[in-house]
Structures are given as C-alpha cells and as structure tokens.
C-alpha cells in the first residue's frame, strides 16, 4: 500500500473498501521510508492518547513534497495553526485559543443554529427542490462562523469557496504541481483577508471571537500577529468545511437506511446519538498525523523515533473489533466513542458546537420536510478528497 492509493478515483468514491484491506493486512502499513498506516481503532486510540506521539508537520511535508516544501508559505502557515504543535507551544496557543472559544458559551449558540436553519428553509421550502448542499449545508455553518467572527456573509460566502480550495492541504496524499498552485493561491488569499480583519480590530475591537483573539492572555502571554491569522483560518476552515460536509454525509447515511432514517422521524429525541453514529460511519474527517517523540513499543511493534504515522479515522471509526456489524447504521449503537473528533491533546476544541449545528440542521430538516427525500443518491460527486470528504451537491424533493 502508498499514500497514492489514497488519490484514486475508487478511494474517492468510496473509501471503506480500502480500509478494510488495511486494518486486514497488519497493525502498521509502511507507506514511505519513514511513514507508516494503520487503520485499527486499538492502535489509533492508543496511539491519540500517548504523549510519546506528536506533530511532526513540516517534516511530513518534507516526505511528502521534498525538501522545498517546509519553506513554502502554505505549508508554514499551515505549521502555525495549534492542532499543528507539540507542548510547549500548542498547550500555550490552545489555552489562549480556549479562553476566547469558552468565552463565546457555545452552547448558546444552540439557538442561532436553530434559527438559522428554519431561515435557510424558509428560502427554498416552497420550491419543494433544493441543492441541500448549495443551500442548507454549506450557508449554515458559515452564516454562524460569520457570525462570531463578526464578518459579512456577502464576503465569507467567497471565503466560502476559498476555504473549500485549502482544505486539499489536509489531504494524506500529496497533491499534483496544478492542485498545489491552486491550494497556496487559496490560503494567500485568506491569510490577506483576515489580516485586513485583524487590523481593524486592532484599532476598532468588539465582542468577536476575533477581538477576544486580541485580547486573550495567559502569564502575560499573548499570540502573534502571524498566529491569530493562522489561527483564525483554522477557525473558518473548521466552524464551516467540515461541519457542513457532514451535514451531508449524515443525510446521505440515513437515506441510505430508510429504516434508521424512519426510526429518527420517529423519535427525534434520538437525535444526539444518530448524530453521533453518523459521524461514525461516514465522519467527514477522515485522518490525521502523528509522530514518535521516541521509541515507541505498540502490538509488539517498535516504532522508531521520528516514525510518522497516518491514522485513518475513518478506517478506525469501521473496525469489526471495536464495533459490532460496523458497516451497518444503527443510531441506537451504544459502544464507545467514534474518533471522528480525535483524542488526547488535540481533541476538537470546536467539537460540541459541531454537534450543536449537526444536530440543529437535520432536526430542523426533519421538523420542517417530513417528506425530504435525496433525488440523486446513485450519482452523488464526491469532492475528490482523501480527508474532510463530502459532496458537491446534494438534490432533493419533498
């Protein structure tokens, strides 16, 4: 197996077929000299979990782009971002960024998502068509990022697109020289976008997530200019691409179980943990990285220092040993936690607004279509992703 597996059309489509070939073949799959797979859920959690594990970003860019790519102002701002840090740096960036998200009482935020859903319905429900994605799950989580980033929705729903161009970045993968042109233009623009953002804050600060940005502290400590704006892009990629691809997949998966989908109408209360179980099934992320701080021993296999290692959540998120029958959608599934939001240190710092918004935006659909059906389930695009994978439209009637 090597990480071009992960690029082809077949992957793209459909990448549980691969997955299942990984977890088969061996606890760890070496991809490149110094990078190795794994896709069992044991391994992953424990390997989340151990503070021996860290991020070795530019290095993995090194491995996969040459020895030019560190320099490249993409990956550098990308290498700015916290989820990219090891301690000390990423305890002190998140402990800032945490004092500023907790500032904001996400779970407030349960009424604007409310609110914001039944608004997007009320625009298209007449039509009795819609473009789900083009008009409900991508407009949803951007209008509330908007909203606590204090930026106008005429600009993000451009920034919208851009976002949508960067998030190839995360992809395992390396991307071709076109792919790779188009993703540094697109982080350029964004990176300009909120420095502009963040300079008028600087002089004219308000109660947005960007200003409490400002203004955090902690020991006297404060971020930097290149920091807020890395940080900020984060922000906007994660309150908006990966919500709003699994708003998506979530209406796809129950579809595709009418019985689990009947089940939900049926007892909405059901709702957190259908959530949930879809963002097991088919999470939106899909993987993520990290590397041995030191020698590590692990299902009698010795990972080296410096050893990279691909974990394939979405792999994880289908292992028969932790999930029983794990093909199957099953929203009253009780058996542990998905690991679609990571573990450990790097845990989702945004993942209970996620939930919020997921749960919002398919209970509102449910309130409001009772009759929502996908019209083009057997020919559904695929944004041609290996990671935050999602559509590119989704038809449907009611």
Known sequence: MKLADLSTPAFLEDPYPLYTTLREQ????????????????????????????????????????????????????VGRMFLMLNPPAHTRVRALMMKAFNARQVETMR??????????????????????????????????????????VAEATILGATVSKLAKVFDPAPMNAEALTQTSAAYDELARYFAGVIAARRSRPGNDLISLLLRVEEGGDTLTHDEIVSNVILLFIAGHETTS????????ALHRNPQQFDLLKQHPQKMPNAVLECLRYDGSVQMTMRTAMEDIEIEGEVLPRGTMVFLMLGAANRDPDRFEEPDRLDIDRRQGREQTFGAGIHHCLGYRLALIEL??????LLERLPNLRLTDLDRLKWNQRGNLRGVSALMAAW
């Open 26 to 77: 061996a606890p760890f799959v070496r991809v490149a000299p110094n990078a190795l797979m794994t896709g069992r859920y044991g391994i992953v959690e424990a390997l989340l979990q151990n503070r021996s594990m860290g991020k070795s970003y530019l290095e993995s860019v090194r491995v996969r782009y040459g020895d030019d790519g560190p320099n490249m102002p993409l990956f550098q701002g």
């Open 359 to 364: 749960e919002s935006a398919i209970g509102v």
């Open 111 to 152: 009424e604007l998502a409310l609110a914001t859903a039944h608004e997007l319905v009320d625009g298209f429900a007449p039509r009795k068509q819609a473009d789900l994605v083009a008009e409900f799950a991508f407009p949803l989580p951007l209008l509330i990022i908007c909203r606590m980033l204090d930026i106008p």
């Open 245 to 252: 691809n699994m708003i998506g997949n979530a209406l796809i």
